[in-house]
């Protein structure tokens, strides 16, 4: 059987005493490892994933389940990631941006559009506040609710379906019926970006802490909610409440070792220790906002902390500045090679 799933990491814990394994396919993680597949000019991997592997793994109502086997079967899961399916439709485009390939587009566009689908139901129900449909859990898989992180993976999606049926249109020119229905899809998608746009800004802003928020129901700051800047692009990167968000991430997620942590009091593996993907996000910010220096602090935090063969961790041990647990982690790797890519581009190294 054909493995086209893209593991998040290398096997551990062969005895599941912890961790059960982590080499499943979880497509938000997958999402940001095609990305930098497609720097490393890898594409046609990418091109198997997508064309097969999501579209093998979707299911009947539009959705993505939780994780996947490598070939395709359904792991394991205790619920659904509703960011993992808006997901699927950014990283689509994504590699199209890179392949210019529109076949590649319409050869996923029913993909995406029920992927949408499914993903209006999700934004209805948050929107109108019924709450009727089960909960999602957010992408640390520890909370149920509605999250700022998913709900800008959300509005990432309609942002690049919109532009992915700009790009597919031309191919349906002697097709009348197809045209309207794509128009009326653009119209509903404007019209859904405008007010996810209002409703992060308003429901994740705590007038107490003066920033930006993780969910519904705890004002804490998530090293997550770089998503809504650095990849779904929500915010500007120098929105006053955005810089205010960043200054109090650097006094309450930043450790003495210029690691990041993953959010307040996350105590994951019993240790308050930093993530390489959380400097990795945070790096990016900072290029986005012209401060280079910074992201070089940040980048570097992850180098030097990285294995004696290179590998990085899922987590650095605070005060051995080691790599821990999950040594080789797929998707810090590949958010490392984005993030270098982006810092030879500026020259800002060699």
């Given at each position: 059987?054909?493995?086209?799933?893209?593991s998040?990491?290398v096997?551990?814990d062969?005895?599941?005493?912890?961790?059960?394994?982590?080499?499943?396919c979880?497509?938000?993680?997958?999402?940001y490892?095609?990305?930098?597949?497609?720097v490393?000019?890898?594409?046609d991997?990418?091109d198997?994933?997508?064309?097969?592997f999501?579209?093998?793994t979707?299911?009947?109502?539009?959705?993505?389940?939780?994780?996947?086997?490598?070939?395709?079967?359904?792991?394991?899961?205790?619920?659904?990631?509703?960011?993992?399916?808006?997901?699927?439709?950014?990283?689509?485009?994504?590699?199209?941006?890179?392949?210019?390939?529109k076949?590649?587009?319409?050869?996923?566009?029913?993909?995406?559009?029920?992927?949408?689908k499914?993903?209006?139901k999700?934004?209805?129900?948050?929107?109108t506040?019924?709450?009727?449909?089960?909960?999602?859990?957010?992408l640390w898989?520890?909370?149920?609710?509605?999250?700022?992180?998913?709900?800008?993976?959300?509005?990432?999606?309609?942002?690049?379906?919109?532009?992915?049926?700009d790009?597919v249109?031309?191919?349906?020119?002697s097709?009348?019926l197809?045209?309207?229905?794509?128009a009326?899809?653009?119209?509903?998608?404007?019209?859904r970006?405008?007010?996810?746009?209002?409703?992060i800004?308003?429901?994740?802003y705590?007038?107490?802490?003066?920033t930006y928020v993780?969910n519904l129901?705890?004002?804490?700051?998530?090293?997550?909610?770089?998503?809504?800047?650095t990849?779904?692009?929500?915010f500007a990167?120098?929105?006053?409440?955005?810089?205010?968000?960043?200054?109090?991430m650097?006094?309450?997620?930043?450790?003495?070792t210029?690691?990041?942590?993953?959010?307040?009091g996350?105590?994951?593996?019993?240790?308050?220790?930093?993530?390489?993907?959380?400097?990795l996000w945070m790096?990016?910010y900072?290029?986005?906002?012209?401060?280079?220096?910074?992201a070089?602090?940040?980048?570097?935090f992850?180098?030097?902390?990285?294995?004696?063969?290179?590998?990085?961790g899922?987590?650095?041990?605070?005060?051995?500045?080691?790599?821990?647990?999950?040594?080789?982690?797929?998707w810090?790797?590949?958010?490392?090679?984005i993030?270098?890519k982006?810092?030879?581009d500026?020259?800002?190294i060699?």
């Amino acid at each position: 059987m054909k493995q086209d799933g893209i593991s998040a990491g290398v096997e551990v814990d062969e005895a599941k005493s912890k961790c059960g394994r982590y080499s499943y396919c979880w497509l938000r993680d997958a999402i940001y490892i095609t990305e930098g597949l497609d720097v490393l000019n890898m594409s046609d991997i990418n091109d198997k994933f997508y064309k097969k592997f999501c579209r093998t793994t979707q299911s009947k109502n539009g959705m993505w389940e939780q994780r996947f086997f490598t070939d395709g079967r359904l792991a394991p899961c205790w619920g659904y990631q509703i960011d993992e399916t808006a997901s699927v439709i950014y990283g689509v485009y994504k590699h199209y941006l890179v392949t210019k390939n529109k076949n590649f587009l319409k050869d996923t566009l029913k993909m995406c559009e029920n992927a949408i689908k499914f993903l209006e139901k999700y934004v209805d129900d948050v929107l109108t506040e019924k709450y009727e449909m089960q909960k999602s859990y957010d992408l640390w898989e520890e909370y149920e609710g509605v999250s700022m992180y998913a709900m800008s993976a959300i509005y990432g999606a309609y942002d690049t379906m919109m532009k992915i049926n700009d790009e597919v249109k031309d191919m349906f020119t002697s097709n009348r019926l197809k045209l309207e229905q794509i128009a009326k899809e653009n119209e509903m998608l404007k019209k859904r970006i405008r007010e996810l746009k209002e409703y992060i800004t308003v429901k994740f802003y705590s007038e107490n802490t003066k920033t930006y928020v993780r969910n519904l129901e705890e004002e804490k700051l998530d090293i997550s909610i770089l998503g809504a800047i650095t990849t779904f692009k929500v915010f500007a990167p120098k929105e006053k409440k955005i810089l205010n968000t960043i200054e109090k991430m650097n006094m309450t997620l930043r450790t003495y070792t210029g690691g990041y942590i993953r959010y307040e009091g996350d105590n994951y593996m019993n240790g308050y220790n930093p993530w390489p993907i959380a400097n990795l996000w945070m790096a990016n910010y900072y290029l986005d906002a012209g401060e280079n220096k910074k992201a070089l602090e940040c980048f570097e935090f992850v180098t030097k902390t990285s294995s004696g063969h290179g590998f990085l961790g899922e987590q650095v041990n605070n005060e051995t500045k080691k790599p821990m647990w999950v040594i080789g982690l797929n998707w810090s790797h590949s958010m490392f090679v984005i993030t270098l890519k982006r810092l030879y581009d500026l020259k800002l190294i060699k």
